[in-house]
Nanobody, 128 residues
Framework: QARLVESGGGSVQDGQSMTLSCTGA?????????LAWFRQAPGKEREGIAT????????SYAGSVKGRFTIAQDTAKNTLYLQMNNLKPEDSAMYYC????????????????????WGQGTHVTVSS
């Protein structure tokens, strides 16, 4: 299990962009990882919004962010990114990165219990 650290959160206006970063993952290059971004708004369940598989770089997105958010990894820097464009007030939440190793190539699970490494979260507020 890795200790992950998110950064890049803050407050923006409706329609603006923001990039979140996640560091701390140390990859064993002989196995594949699923990396993910989750978010949790007050009173709501934690939601998986974007995943990427390091084996084939395949990404998947929740319908609520598809077309606006992009997940990307920089293995040289051991950093995971979430580029968020056209932000909306309903995107306001605590954002978490997560990782799990030893996976197969293919779509990653978006269920939170599947991931064994988590960051502490970074807060994003979008004002109208």
């Amino acid at each position: 299990q890795a200790r992950l650290v998110e950064s890049g959160g803050g407050s923006v206006q409706d329609g603006q962009s923001m990039t979140l970063s996640c560091t701390g993952a140390e990859y064993t290059h002989s196995i594949y990882y699923c990396l993910a971004w989750f978010r949790q708004a007050p009173g709501k369940e934690r939601e998986g919004i974007a995943t990427i598989n390091t084996g084939d770089n395949s990404a998947s997105y929740a319908g609520s962010v598809k077309g606006r958010f992009t997940i990307a990894q920089d293995t040289a820097k051991n950093t995971l990114y979430l580029q968020m464009n056209n932000l909306k007030p309903e995107d306001s939440a605590m954002y978490y990165c997560a990782a799990v190793g030893g996976v197969s190539i293919g779509p990653c699970d978006t269920s939170a219990p599947w991931y064994d490494s988590w960051g502490q979260g970074t807060h994003v507020t979008v004002s109208s």
